[in-house]
């Protein structure tokens, strides 16, 4: 069964074990509102029937957490395609031409890009088709600060005031480049609504086929607001601390995450492979 929205207990799946190489466990997340841990599999090592576990409780969840070794670019390539094709980014200094998929994040300037998605949002939501699922591999964690948060983005609509709830699915997101997306985006596997953000890419909010037309930049401004304020209550977001090796993978349809920065006297290399929007 689905996850509840905010206000109800929510329901969570009890754990699962599935016997094939060796044992694989989901278990909730601790002190988290949603999201499961897997134990005792390598993601590499998955094999068919559980990777159709794994998919079940991501749609159920949210988000899925594996802690062990550091993988290679490739064997996080290999793991990702399980979900669907993956998205490539242009080569450079940074992005390999051998793995094209991966996308590296870091504090430093020589390693990977920086001051990458310090603010709430989805990612990919820049596109056409937006990113469903990102897979954040951390290839060396930070000893202070940089961690990540990812927030509910189903349990945040109970959290709105009325007065936007009664408007929500009336207004769309404006992106700097000219994308439009609903404001609140129903998520095409388990038909739950969700709100569709990006802090950093948004200019605001439009109201285009509902009368009155538009919205005023005050009202714009308000409602974006309130959901800023929603999501960075503790209550909806799990505050993720990274360990070397450690992989997060979250559905982008009803997770939004937002980085913390670490501080230049240590280092943080993070690799992230997305998968297409359908």
């Known amino acids: 069964m689905l996850c509840s929205r905010a206000g109800s207990e929510p329901k969570r799946p009890v754990p699962m074990r599935e016997k094939a190489a060796g044992t694989m466990e989901l278990k ?7 999201g499961m841990e897997v134990l005792g599999l390598d993601p590499v090592l998955a094999r068919a029937s559980q990777v159709e576990a794994l998919k079940k409780a991501l749609w159920e969840q949210g988000l899925l957490l594996f802690r062990g070794r550091v993988l290679t670019k490739g064997e996080q390539v290999a793991f990702s395609r399980n979900f669907g094709d993956l998205e490539v980014f242009p080569s450079n200094r940074f992005v390999s031409e051998e793995q094209p998929e991966v996308y590296p994040v870091s504090n430093r300037a020589d390693r990977g890009y920086t001051e990458v998605g310090q603010y709430w949002h989805a990612d990919g939501s820049f596109r056409q088709k937006p990113t469903e699922l990102s897979f954040f591999h951390m290839v060396e964690a930070a000893t202070e600060g940089g961690d990540t948060a ?40 388990t038909d739950q609504q969700a709100l569709y953000v990006n802090f950093g890419m948004m200019v605001g909010l439009t109201r285009p086929k509902s009368p009155p037309i538009g919205v005023t930049p005050a ?9 800023e304020i929603i999501l960075d209550n503790p209550v909806l977001h799990y505050r993720h601390q990274w360990r070397a090796g450690d992989l997060v993978v979250a559905d982008n349809r009803r997770i939004a995450h937002k980085a913390f920065p670490a501080p230049a006297h240590t280092t943080r290399l993070l690799h992230r492979t997305t998968t297409k929007g359908n």
Not at 28 to 34: G, I, S, T, V
Not at 219 to 227: A, F, G, V
């Open 28 to 34: 909730p997340l601790k002190n988290a509102p949603f």
């Open 219 to 227: 009202t714009s401004r308000r409602i974006l607001e309130e959901i």
């Open 150 to 189: 990812y927030a509910d983005m189903q349990a945040a609509i109970d959290h709105l005031p009325a007065a936007t709830r009664a408007i929500m699915d009336e207004l769309f997101t404006i992106h700097g480049n000219g994308r439009v997306h609903p404001l609140l985006r129903g998520h095409p596997i």
